[in-house]
């Protein structure tokens, strides 16, 4: 065309190459939806006769074939499927969206895997405007939710399902929990407290577990991640327990299925690291007694800085040696002389006689300086940095409130590829 605008009509104007290429792959696209529509729907291979058995026992008839708009990775396609209909129990179906797994939604199994792939990583807005500029998809921002959700609720139903046995990575494996609040819809905050001003909540907590493995060394000698090695594993979900409880808590029961996928118990050294809350502490014994227990260092020594504020005010200087000296002190392992240090205090202020206590209760998790001659990791930044990257980065940010189906949805679909089995799951789910 445009040569021959050059031999016998006026010049064309300049078209970028940009322009160029932007409409020919949109034409590309579209000429393959064309051809795949036209290939599936020259196949009627999904009638299978008159009459096939449904699940109910009985048969059902068919009832003709209808059509439906199918989005796909190259386009719109409008697929012809027959249909059944059992007349006993009033179920239909088609065959040729269970062979395509189409399910109830508009998106083909290609497009719904590329958009669990971008909404694992960043808003549902911004993932249809990825799959806008790089695949040439106009999908919209809320088909992207409904699908990723929808998407997401189906690994978390695998997750709780499937727990094989691994092997452990690493002859020393850690174990770490922690807890983050996300932003919630004010429906999922009715009768529940919270830290605002007039004692509601404006949030409710995600409960995670990540297990790695730290053969590597940095510069200093001190251990690191192993690059590759981390896992995670995140719901909103209740770890509370008691003593008389027949069951492990919904979360205990996260933990335990997530360390036998990763096979910390087959590891030669399992280390837990966590702060200084209750329930981290509750299942790791309950769950993996005789494991190493360490309360990260940073946490700990946070806890000493906090008190030495509250006896000597903020602005002190003697306070703040007085907080390095308490650090120095947990740090060679001399908790006694910490003790010693706190004494004078316990009558005259509550953070200090807390402080105590949670010295005390915590005192075989904070052996740093056995801990260091083992080549252990004292510090739960893997568990931290897992909490603003598996959580926050997606789940906090401005404007966000979640639904705790959505909000749980979008956790097990983040963790899934976050923790590299993303294309494993898809494996399974077109093997099924």
């Not at 083909?108 to 806008?132: H, I, Q």
């Not at 981390?230 to 205990?252: C, G, H, K, P, Q």
Request: positive net charge.
């Amino acid at each position: 065309m445009l040569f021959e605008h050059a031999l016998h009509g006026p010049a064309p104007k300049p078209v970028s190459f940009e322009t160029l290429e932007t409409a020919t792959r949109q034409y590309a696209l579209n000429l393959a939806a064309q051809m795949l529509e036209s290939a599936l729907n020259a196949d009627h291979s999904d009638y299978v006769g008159p009459f096939c058995r449904c699940n109910c026992g009985n048969e059902a008839r068919y009832a003709g074939r209808k059509s439906k708009t199918v989005v796909s990775v190259v386009g719109e396609m409008t697929l012809s499927r027959a249909y059944y209909l059992c007349d006993h129990c009033g179920v239909g179906w088609f065959p040729r969206d269970q062979r395509l797994k189409l399910g109830r939604g508009s998106l083909s199994t290609g497009l719904t895997r590329m958009v669990g792939t971008t909404a694992a990583l960043v808003s549902f807005k911004e993932a249809d405007e990825l799959l806008g500029t790089l695949a040439g998809v106009n999908v919209g921002a809320k088909h992207v939710e409904r699908a990723a959700e929808t998407l997401g609720a189906e690994i978390a139903v695998r997750e709780q399902a499937e727990a094989s046995v691994g092997k452990p990575c690493s002859r020393t494996m850690y174990l770490g929990m922690d807890g983050t609040g996300i932003p919630m819809r004010s429906q999922e905050l009715v009768g529940r407290s919270g830290k605002q001003a007039d004692g509601s909540a404006k949030t409710r907590e995600v409960k995670l577990v990540t297990i790695w493995s730290a053969d590597g060394r940095d510069k200093e000698g001190l251990p690191v991640r192993d690059v590759g090695s981390v896992s995670y594993n995140a719901a909103i979900e209740s770890a509370a327990s008691r003593d008389t409880d027949d069951t492990l808590s919904d979360f205990a029961y996260r933990v335990e299925r997530e360390a036998t996928r990763r096979g910390f118990n087959a590891a030669d050294q399992r280390v837990i690291i966590g702060d200084g809350a209750k329930w981290i502490w509750n299942i790791a014994d309950e769950l993996f007694p005789g494991a190493i227990q360490i309360v990260d260092l940073f946490h700990a020594k946070g806890t000493i800085s906090t008190v030495a504020k509250d006896i000597f005010g903020i602005d002190s200087e003697y306070g703040q040696q007085w907080a390095k000296k308490r650090r120095d002190e947990l740090e060679e392992g001399r908790i006694e002389d910490i003790f010693e240090a706190l004494q004078p205090h316990l009558k005259s202020y509550k953070e200090v006689r807390s402080c105590r206590k949670y010295l005390l209760n915590n005192k075989h998790r904070m052996q740093y300086p056995t801990f260091r001659r083992q080549g252990l990791v004292t510090s739960s930044g893997v568990v931290e940095a897992g909490c603003k990257l598996a959580i926050g980065t997606r789940l906090k940010r401005s404007g966000m409130h979640w639904s705790l189906n959505g909000a749980n949805s979008i956790i097990a679909l983040r963790c899934c590829k976050l923790s590299n089995r993303y294309d494993d799951f898809w494996q399974k789910r077109l093997a099924s």
